[in-house]
């Protein structure tokens, strides 16, 4: 199967669990996760028109979909009661909330690492410390904007109880640094799986 109809499947099941989980969200009345689903909208027309001159690895595309299905479930569906957000895996050490945050930043590295190795110098390229240390700021820099997007529902939708305190904020930001610098040891191992053009 050719990588651009790959790409094609990737984009039309993220079509697929966005509509479903509108409706899901819609029904529920959860108007934050509506607010998501926007935004996670317009990012994917963003990707999808960036992917028409970069062609990110469909493995890369298919990560970001992985992500998107685990930030909508995690805020429409519930195990015994508790929203998937909130359950723990291990009891105030690890939660799923930890495991999107980094799942989504160490995926995110690799899809600026990706966009940037293009534009990058042959002196950068060969400093791996460089290299590291620009994508880690990159993907916090990001990981930032996402949090300044959780603020703004709180604000307008009022979603802190959802959302969480300023622990939850600090602890996101720690695991989207954890997800970047987990990339960064990976890219090290082989930087051309990573980008093969």
Not at 4 to 12: F, N
Not at 71 to 94: A, E, K, P, S, T
Not at 132 to 137: A, S
Request: hydrophobic share 55%; proline share 2%.
């Amino acid at each position: 199967m050719q990588e651009k109809t790959k790409a094609s499947i990737v984009l039309y099941f993220t079509i697929f669990y966005l509509f479903l989980f509108t409706i899901i969200s819609m029904f529920n009345k959860n108007y934050e996760f509506i607010y998501y689903i926007f935004i996670l909208t317009i990012l994917i027309i963003a990707i999808t028109s960036i992917n028409k001159r970069v062609n990110l690895p469909v493995p890369l595309l298919g990560a970001l979909t992985l992500i998107g299905v685990l930030h909508v479930i995690g805020g429409n569906i519930y195990m015994d009661g508790i929203r998937l957000y909130d359950l723990w895996f291990i009891q105030d050490v690890f939660r799923y909330d930890n495991l999107v945050h980094f799942l989504s930043m160490f995926a995110i590295t690799l899809v600026l690492y990706n966009l940037l190795n293009p534009y990058l110098s042959e002196e950068i390229k060969k400093n791996s410390f460089l290299l590291y240390t620009i994508l880690v700021l990159m993907t916090l820099g990001l990981g930032s904007l996402n949090e300044i997007i959780e603020f703004t529902s709180v604000v307008f939708l009022n979603a802190a109880e959802e959302v969480g305190d300023y622990m939850n904020n600090a602890v996101d930001l720690l695991f989207n640094f954890f997800g970047a610098l987990g990339a960064c040891i990976l890219l090290s191992l082989n930087r051309k799986y990573f980008h093969p053009r």
